[in-house]
């Protein structure tokens, strides 16, 4: 009886994990990529938020090949999100964002 009664309580709390809460905040990274991204990330987003479990921020890096200035402006918030996705296969991202996402990840 004794292990009835735990597992009746640990579906309930499990199910009680999926009742809707705030939505997950994502933070979606494009601007460049070996594919169609500007037509992909609305796809990406779209899906994402249609059911409100989520709710998206896009943020685009600069161009290929832009200025050192352009990619100084390009200073994406990870700790204010839950979930990064990237939609990104280009340059290198500028040494203070690649050290921001190691530690977002390690957190």
Not at 88 to 105: A, C, K, L, M
Request: charged share 25%; net charge negative.
């Amino acid at each position: 009886m004794k292990i009835k009664a735990f597992f009746l309580a640990a579906h309930f709390w499990f199910l009680l994990s999926y009742l809707p809460g705030a939505p997950i905040r994502v933070l979606l990274l494009d601007g460049q990529n070996n594919h169609d991204w500007e037509s992909t990330t609305p796809v990406l987003v779209q899906s994402l938020e249609r059911e409100g479990l989520c709710r998206v921020t896009v943020s685009t890096s600069p161009p290929k090949k832009s200025s050192q200035d352009a990619w100084l402006g390009w200073k994406p918030e990870f700790n204010e999100y839950e979930v990064t996705l990237t939609n990104y296969n280009g340059e290198p991202w500028p040494e203070d964002v690649r050290r921001d996402i190691v530690e977002y990840v390690r957190g």
